[in-house]
């Protein structure tokens, strides 16, 4: 059966894999301090033309977020994030593991406004006992979002700028980031994206990659000792050159954010085939993750064909179900994917 | 100035100040391995009726909420609690310092419900994706609320069975129990409390003492080194005689009790005035802090006379001011408060 | 130049490599719920003969240190270790920043004695104040050690007795386990190894993969919520399959012991060499890793040919350099470098 | 039975009860916020001649030592120390419970020295794999130290030299300044102290407090939100008052060198009683603990009247014993104690 639930099925792209072969024998030394990875670094910062920025390469999303909080803050600090985001709901309480509050804020669209943000600061720093709160100093956002939502330029610069104004790093989870970079509906560029924000991460675990996650850190207070933090928590790879040869082949001749783009667009179809059949969405999501409301004698039908990801009961009896493309999906099983939608 | 905004303005009650200096120059071993602390955590045991509790004394209520949290919970589990509650507001993220995820959960009461534990044990525990979550085990209440209301003991024994049904430790912070056991609106007896929790307090820091929070373990699974584990956490007072002694003194001829019955009936008294001349209420309080709506007009003229706590400016306009009487209140100034309330 | 200086500078055995080209595009669930994570589970627990074992596979020896750690002991206990382990040198600080204690005991052949263990005990059980020890709850070893050593069956009977008999946990660190099992030298097998400890893992990042540990746990009391861990430390791989199919691979036929027995012949064969031309070894190893005793000079000369490990400047002036063998160093190149060995 | 095992087996100082029975119902703001606490810091910066420094009360010794070490360590960073110290020996692992190593050197007079840290911080800088240690970043150190000893101007001068010119942090925990400042051997004031380290605290809970330590920072880097973090480690006081009306008290008229001197006096009448019938010091103490190698029938003698502190068994079946002094100890029951040694 076909697997639509997740965008992380698959092992990695053709290209990747034919790299790790034609180099499996070479020797390197390890922990990330090879030529691979001397290469991949470079080629991270040019695609963001920010020859100033520090590149470190990691193995997971989880990994990736709490390393990088864990470098940001001191103690009393805490990261403001929706309450759909990922740290705050998936990562098993990795952030208050290392010692971090985190300051959900409500969200219907995925998405942090800086509107939000400011009005989050003002009520901690207008409160006579402040002193007794964690301090917010982090703003942590996902693009796309976990619900496949994405910032417009307008609205990271807008939120960059209150993030800034306040004093609060702006971090980017960017497990996904191929996937909005790659939407044609897209208005920022990879330059962008490091041009407003302190920290962010291209994803590569689900944008082709067999794992890793390119962290790139622009803002000097967050750079020094970031590898013997992400030492100390496990996130150095000892065979740091399968990360090298990975991110090396993926950011060369814009292949990370083709097959990306690709997956969005197959997403757009299979999108518009469940608004065309009278399907409603849970959010407009211009991006390669469609959750669709389904009843659930729909969803049974489907899933005879398909696995889907049953992410939600909603109150009225439906089901919220996710519907993910990838860089690996097949355009057939797309099509044949559509074409059971008007009979559901 | 009166100052009626905190129950901890003034020092301690005087039975204990004349124990303090009778036995001044007496010299004991440190760390609460004295006599005096023996003495008292025999009659807190027999206060509770539970002689196979283990009592530990403590300095103050953050300090007491990280250590009993440390000392329950494995590092993966997370604390279900009220966005109101004293852990999710007013202590700096200490809980998630030490490592734990606060599941905060709404209220407008100042109470959780059985059922929203259930409820919220029920999501966690039907998730599919719930290994990725951090893990309730236990439930923190507060007695009385953080906004004066209580639990009555239908209420405390619901939730504690449901607790023990789904395998949740039940926490009660006893910060301001005094106040809530010596209302005159209580049906709960301290032994109630202790047969219907895993751990409480007895809250000394705003019923009395100089300082001191006495620790109350009942379930056999908390006991183990507690002691270490509150030394780890700087919790182990060197002369903890000092505990000993005061705990030793407020809990004989039922004088806790009986200090914090005065208070409450003199917040009864403000409560009927204010609501004699129309004043509305944040919530009904049967304890010593009363949560009062003043205009802006009325916070100022009130505040010519008395130093309130002013702890919330409302959406319309007015304030949300607190009103707290303690076992030092006198009653000429409570009559003085009581007389300006029809002139505002 | 030919790298002698590690045992991970290639990638990984070609049966590996040919599995996950073979299995690229095969879509499976994530996070170790797959069928090849099954498989190679089932693996695992007959090569151990041990039915009743929790296995599971993480990605790296920090991060798999950390998570074992992290889920066997409670906020005050700590972990006996020798100073020269693993977890005490080389992991940033991983074990404290996670909340405990290493308390490091002398080694000079890299192994821990039942005596020391014992020893360590009686001077925590019997000091008076005991309570404000970190409390020893675990003892971490390395088999095969940091320096190269290895423990016998006997050696390793009584730590596991003295362990069980205080009431420790015993915890093998295997990063290096191929080449100890794989020692001509070696009277364990992996049976033994899982029926003399609490909790142990099978290295593969050092023996054959391109990552990967996988953590046997023979001990009840450290399964519960073990994936909710990891998970909290970063160590739960999103696409899990790649360590179910490399565990799959080496776990069949023998292949790792058998890959790992051939290096530790040829790191036998370079020793002996040195050894008969006069040279000293720092430590006695009968396994992958020989740390000989140079001059500069004749470090200097060895290196112009070959990448080795300068450990340690030696007080004497010369030099602590490490040679590691692995399941990927060429016959070739051993011999080329004996064939130097006389003319240093 | 009079006890000389330790100085804190009293209440306070007399002029401290005083103060605390005048100003029992006064009413004050809480947390440190008060009158009395502003008076007490003034006190301490003029008494160190450091108007830039911030003043902060906490309660206790490790509580303080904690909260100081989280508001100045990045969570990868290490503290050098003793292998004596209390942070090392006593405080049940609560520096590791906040995520920081301890780098324990060996001593044999209590103290570190200039060349110990120097050469510390070499072998971390100069070990190619430095990335995977914890840093070191601040030296802990005891005036006076845990067996009595107690570094001289030039001593303190040197090692705070060689901390500046690494980049590490200076921290001298003074629970026990007061025997060392008003020791007739020392040739430092208080002035000295805030001028050769970063933080250091001025303890008030073994000279003649009932409780508390004066944190004095001088280094702006500590300085932000140290309340927050000292908040969130539960070591902000409700009543804090109780700690500047106690500082308040000591600070004035050189009361705390004061008492602190007479204590030493009598202890130096002790030893050199010990000295002129021929026993020997564990270590030379110019301060208030003296350590006295007794045999176990002087020890059982001694204990029939006096108790003492039974520190170690020593190798040779003697106990290393420890005799202290404090404000407290009463010139008679000195007389007696020496009256009975030539009769040991």
Same mark, same amino acid.
């Given at each position: 059966?076909?697997?639509? &639930?997740?965008?992380?099925?698959?092992?990695?792209?053709?290209?990747?894999?034919?790299?790790?072969?034609?180099? &499996?024998?070479?020797?390197?030394?390890?922990?990330?301090?090879?030529?691979?990875?001397?290469?991949?670094?470079?080629?991270?910062?040019?695609?963001?033309?920010?020859?100033? *920025?520090?590149?470190?390469?990691?193995?997971?999303?989880?990994?990736?977020?709490?390393?990088?909080?864990?470098?940001?803050?001191?103690?009393?600090?805490?990261? @403001?994030?929706?309450?759909?985001?990922?740290?705050?709901?998936?990562?098993?309480?990795?952030?208050?593991? @290392?010692?971090?509050?985190?300051?959900?804020?409500?969200?219907?669209?995925?998405?942090?406004? *800086?509107?939000?943000?400011?009005?989050?600061?003002?009520?901690?720093?207008?409160?006579?006992?402040?002193?007794?709160?964690?301090?917010?100093?982090?703003?942590?956002?996902?693009?796309?979002?976990?619900?496949?939502?994405?910032?417009?330029?307008?609205?990271?610069?807008?939120?960059?700028?209150?993030?800034? =104004?306040?004093?609060?790093?702006?971090?980017?989870?960017?497990?996904?980031?191929?996937?909005?970079?790659?939407?044609?509906?897209?208005?920022?560029?990879?330059?962008?994206?490091?041009?407003?924000?302190?920290?962010?991460?291209?994803?590569?675990?689900?944008?082709?990659?067999?794992?890793?996650?390119?962290?790139?850190?622009?803002?000097?207070?967050?750079?020094?000792?970031?590898?013997?933090?992400?030492?100390?928590?496990? *996130?150095?790879?000892?065979?740091?050159?399968?990360?090298?040869?990975?991110?090396?082949?993926?950011?060369?001749?814009?292949?990370?954010?083709? @097959?990306?783009?690709?997956?969005?667009?197959?997403?757009?179809?299979?999108?518009?085939?469940?608004?065309?059949?009278?399907?409603? /969405?849970?959010?407009?999501?211009?991006?390669?993750?469609?959750?669709?409301?389904?009843?659930?004698?729909?969803?049974?039908?489907?899933?005879?064909?398909?696995? /889907?990801?049953?992410?939600?009961?909603?109150?009225?009896?439906?089901?919220?179900?996710?519907?993910?493309?990838?860089?690996?999906?097949?355009?057939?099983?797309?099509?044949?994917?559509?074409?059971?939608?008007? =009979?559901?």
């Amino acid at each position: 059966m076909y697997c639509f &639930n997740s965008d992380y099925t698959e092992g990695c792209h053709p290209a990747i894999l034919e790299k790790l072969i034609e180099t &499996n024998m070479v020797q390197t030394t390890g922990y990330g301090m090879d030529a691979y990875c001397d290469e991949a670094r470079q080629l991270v910062k040019e695609a963001c033309n920010r020859p100033d *920025a520090d590149v470190h390469f990691l193995v997971g999303g989880t990994q990736t977020n709490l390393t990088i909080i864990a470098a940001s803050l001191r103690p009393h600090q805490a990261v @403001i994030a929706t309450n759909l985001s990922h740290i705050n709901t998936h990562e098993g309480g990795a952030i208050e593991h @290392i010692g971090h509050r985190i300051l959900a804020l409500p969200t219907t669209d995925g998405k942090l406004t *800086a509107e939000q943000v400011a009005a989050e600061w003002k009520k901690y720093d207008t409160d006579p006992a402040r002193e007794h709160w964690a301090q917010p100093k982090m703003v942590y956002i996902s693009q796309s979002t976990e619900i496949g939502s994405m910032y417009t330029k307008a609205e990271l610069k807008a939120l960059y700028a209150t993030c800034k =104004e306040i004093g609060l790093f702006l971090f980017i989870d960017g497990a996904r980031l191929g996937y909005a970079l790659g939407s044609p509906d897209s208005d920022l560029t990879l330059e962008d994206v490091a041009n407003n924000c302190d920290v962010f991460y291209i994803g590569g675990t689900k944008c082709g990659l067999l794992f890793g996650e390119a962290v790139v850190i622009l803002n000097d207070a967050i750079k020094p000792d970031f590898r013997t933090i992400a030492k100390q928590n496990g *996130a150095i790879l000892a065979k740091g050159r399968l990360l090298g040869l990975q991110f090396g082949t993926i950011m060369k001749d814009n292949l990370y954010i083709e @097959i990306c783009r690709h997956a969005t667009e197959q997403a757009y179809q299979i999108r518009d085939a469940f608004l065309a059949n009278g399907f409603k /969405l849970i959010t407009e999501s211009p991006t390669n993750q469609q959750f669709v409301i389904l009843t659930p004698a729909q969803y049974e039908k489907l899933s005879q064909e398909f696995v /889907l990801s049953l992410i939600e009961y909603l109150p009225d009896g439906n089901y919220n179900a996710r519907i993910c493309t990838s860089w690996a999906t097949k355009d057939e099983e797309v099509a044949k994917l559509i074409a059971m939608i008007p =009979e559901l």
